[in-house]
């Protein structure tokens, strides 16, 4: 494959992880799972006619940094980083390993920046936040039964269970932040998926090095 069609590939992965995967199904079993940006095409259509641009309403299309994919790259990785949050604590309180323990509390502070970096963009651009992804199973997003079912297992089984959904975590992260690169408009979202994705590749190395 050529490094343009990898490009395409990366650019396709990323939009149908945001709009597709899990979108049809909300863990919650609430009724909000129709939303516009399932049926939205980002080719034909501007990013107002998505609810994550609701907002463009009150801040015109022309005046406005973030494009589709900007938009929907920022509004996915807040829940996917705000949702690991409560895991990457159990672990930090249960790790027989002191190593895993504090990896946690690391990942941890990491995506407390993130958060707030993210949040920075969506204010920026006039944009008021709004989890669009509200009760969705996703990849990479710990839902409040996983999060359930990883309290009530101890010794090998936790830490076995605490690892697989970071790693997922981790590598979603890198598969949607490398999308936004290539096919991002705001020089400043392009950038922090680039941070990102060079730290979620780091964080799975050492995370492989403690043993997941």
Do not use: K
Not at 54 to 81: G, H, K, Y
Not at 89 to 99: G, I, S, T, Y
Request: glycine content about 8%; aromatic content about 4%.
């Amino acid at each position: 494959m050529t490094t343009a069609a990898t490009a395409r590939a990366l650019a396709g992965t990323l939009l149908a992880a945001v709009l597709l995967a899990g979108c049809g199904g909300g863990s919650d079993g609430g009724g909000d799972d129709a939303e516009g940006p399932v049926t939205t095409d980002p080719a034909t259509e501007p990013p107002a006619a998505s609810p994550s641009a609701a907002p463009s309403a009150t801040v015109p299309a022309e005046d406005r940094a973030l494009n589709f994919t900007d938009l929907a790259w920022v509004q996915l990785m807040i829940p996917l980083t705000d949702q690991v949050r409560p895991l990457l604590d159990l672990v930090e309180e249960r790790a027989a390993d002191p190593a895993f323990g504090t990896f946690a509390t690391d990942l941890a502070a990491a995506g407390e920046e993130d958060l707030a970096a993210l949040h920075a963009l969506l204010e920026a651009d006039g944009v008021p936040y709004e989890n669009v992804h509200a009760g969705h199973n996703m990849p990479g997003m710990v839902t409040e039964e996983e999060l359930a079912a990883v309290t009530a297992a101890e010794g090998d089984a936790f830490e076995e269970q605490a690892r697989a959904h970071i790693r997922e975590f981790l590598e979603h992260t890198v598969t949607v932040s490398t999308g936004e690169q290539d096919a991002g408009q705001a020089p400043e979202a392009v950038a922090l998926a680039a941070d990102l994705d060079t730290a979620a590749t780091e964080q799975l190395d050492t995370l492989t090095a403690l043993g997941g």
